[in-house]
């Protein structure tokens, strides 16, 4: 009989890091330092429960950023599995205004702002990264991952830009525009890479599933259009 030919396949659990105190407040966050607040570590506390029954799981990985570490703390403790950290994996850069609401973007850089609501694929944030730089890098990531991890099960806790870069790559839609997808803190998002030599093939299975977060307070939203009707 022929060798059967080896499972190239890397089937990854996406989980945005769970909830903070700037989620709550609408601040944009991107490299920015933040903890999780009494409700994020709830999310990972549940997180890790809901993970234990995942026995495939072979690694887990994070966003070396203190939100995601947070996060994935307790699904590595149910796992007994280290935590593998990457700063590739963090959110998108938004330089000078991270730390910010949307009121005192507008306030301190109208000009910026202004451009930010055409969503442009070509446009950062003053000394901030674009969405086509953040696609390239979060691309390469997801490569680098599955090439290292060919036929494995993988949890990769990280941030909702990169989740919203993954939906956008899966279904073929411009890196312009605004998001598309829902995103919530702690939520599953199953992907799956077939050819670690081409990640922007990436297959979606699952997205935004929240079963274990069933009975928490509601998550704060952020409406990337609502800024549009006011313009």
Excluded: C
Aim: charged residues 25%.
């Amino acid at each position: 009989m022929p060798t059967p030919k080896p499972d190239t396949t890397t089937d990854i659990i996406l989980i945005r890091h769970g909830e903070t105190a700037w989620n709550r407040e609408l601040r944009f966050q991107g490299h920015a330092d933040v903890p999780l607040n009494d409700i994020g570590h709830e999310q990972a506390r549940r997180i890790g429960l809901r993970l234990a029954s995942e026995t495939a799981v072979q690694h887990l990985i994070s966003s070396d950023l203190m939100r995601a570490q947070q996060t994935a703390a307790p699904a590595a403790l149910q796992l007994s599995l280290p935590v593998v950290t990457s700063a590739a994996l963090r959110e998108q850069f938004f330089g000078v205004v991270e730390g910010m609401r949307s009121d005192e973007i507008q306030s301190l850089h109208p000009r910026a702002w202004e451009e930010w609501l055409e969503f442009r694929e070509d446009h950062a944030m003053p000394e901030g990264e674009t969405p086509r730089e953040f696609h390239a890098r979060i691309i390469a990531a997801l490569g680098g991952i599955a090439a290292a991890h060919t036929g494995q099960h993988l949890i990769v806790v990280t941030h909702g830009g990169v989740l919203d870069m993954v939906w956008r790559t899966a279904k073929g839609l411009s890196l312009s525009g605004p998001r598309r997808s829902d995103i919530p803190n702690a939520g599953f998002n199953r992907i799956r890479i077939a050819d670690p030599a081409k990640p922007e093939a990436i297959e979606i299975v699952d997205w935004a599933d929240t079963r274990h977060l069933a009975d928490l307070p509601p998550q704060p939203t952020y409406d990337q259009t609502r800024h549009l009707k006011n313009k």
